[in-house]
């Protein structure tokens, strides 16, 4: 009997115990839905027009507690035109002590579709304890195509210099009462391209970088944001962001080699060409540096890339289709133009998947911002009626 007694009394014990070894919720600490403009260069593959959402949140399990869990986003709007729930990947860029930031940033719209991604997202961040919490964001509801940063220079080349760039147009929310906002944040070069700092959000494209922030002879990305908030709904930040439209460009600190392109050869230098069928369009060019001199295949370790854009008769709203580009002959699958025997870059581009009227315009961008620029662009147009 007294043994009996003592093993209750050990059990008994063991369960007063058991909720001391387990641990709170997840705590979310922000949650962000909002119109993510990009660039065709982008270094991280995130171009064009996007949907963006993030959420931030911390466990009281440790830094693996999250990375290792899950997070999913559900939109209010029931005309949402994507699967749901939406999973939402572990955002490494950005590490948080004993949390994570999580975002799913590559899900391609156009601005035809932003009454069907307005309204709230719900997100479920869920541990490796299986333990959940949910967060709604605020209302999506004034979404816009924020011009790209523009002119990003430095001040000099010390560790401290000033950063700055154009927003080429500030006012452009037009009846949509938002407040235009801007921020910097520097990156790691070296993959995986983690923060480094944030100047927090600033009332004028300009930021000084604060002493022992940089390391002599060490590469950086500096990121340029501007930022449309919501004024009406800003009774829920910081922790449901009222950040409606953001857009974003980049520079390497130091700053990396501008070429620039020569060309585009005949026929495509005169003027848009009229694709009625399958066609071939030839686009040489040639790439040249600072001192006149000509940049050939072994002077660059990332060839440069076509880029298209596609606006339809009657329109006004350009859409990246480079996805759509079919090379022939030369050029690469990878949309990489060839450095031929002739010494010229080439890509010979199919307009075979190119069908819909409207007039396309073709670039020929870096391979990689971070190794060098282009500016300007060779450009080129075709149409199709």
């Not at 760039?165 to 790691?188: A, C």
């Not at 970088?209 to 002879?217: C, D, K």
């Not at 060309?263 to 399958?278: I, L």
């Amino acid at each position: 009997m007294k043994r009996t007694v003592v093993v209750s009394s050990i059990l008994a014990s063991l369960l007063l115990i058991l909720p001391i070894l387990t641990h709170a919720d997840p705590v979310v600490t922000q949650d962000l839905a909002f119109i993510d403009n990009r660039p065709a260069d982008d270094p991280f593959g995130r171009t064009g027009l996007n949907l963006n959402l993030t959420i931030k949140a911390t466990d009281a399990g440790g830094s693996s507690a999250l990375p290792n869990g899950s997070v999913t986003a559900t939109s209010s709007n029931s005309a949402f035109p994507f699967g749901q729930p939406i999973s939402v990947p572990l955002n490494a860029v950005y590490p948080i002590i004993n949390g994570a930031e999580f975002t799913r940033n590559n899900i391609r719209i156009t601005p035809s579709q932003f009454p069907d991604v307005t309204g709230n997202y719900t997100f479920t961040v869920t541990n490796t304890s299986s333990q959940s919490v949910t967060s709604t964001s605020h209302n999506l509801d004034k979404p816009e195509v924020i011009s790209l940063p523009t002119n990003l220079a430095f001040s000099d080349q010390s560790t401290t210099p000033t950063f700055t760039f154009t927003d080429p147009n500030p006012t452009s929310m037009g009846d949509l009462v938002l407040n235009r906002k801007y921020q910097v944040e520097i990156l790691t070069y070296d993959p995986p391209k983690t923060l480094l700092i944030s100047s927090g959000i600033l009332t004028s494209p300009s930021y000084t970088v604060p002493v022992n922030t940089l390391t002599p002879g060490v590469n950086y990305i500096f990121r340029a944001i501007s930022w449309d908030f919501d004024p009406a709904d800003y009774s829920g930040a910081p922790l449901h962001s009222n950040g409606e439209n953001r857009a974003i460009a980049y520079a390497t600190f130091p700053p990396v080699p501008i070429f620039s392109c020569v060309g585009f050869e005949s026929p495509m230098d005169s003027g848009p060409v009229k694709v009625k069928k399958n066609r071939v369009l030839p686009l040489k060019a040639n790439l040249v540096n600072g001192d006149g001199n000509t940049i050939i295949g072994t002077d660059i370790f990332s060839p440069p890339v076509l880029h298209v854009d596609w606006v339809s008769t009657g329109g006004s709203t350009a859409i990246d289709v480079t996805e759509e580009a079919l090379p022939a002959g030369q050029g690469t699958s990878g949309n990489q133009f060839v450095f031929t025997s002739d010494g010229i870059w080439q890509f010979n581009l199919m307009t075979k998947n190119y069908s819909a009227p409207g007039t396309y315009t073709i670039s020929m961008i870096t391979g990689d911002s971070l190794e060098y620029g282009i500016n300007p662009y060779c450009t080129a147009t075709f149409v199709v009626e």
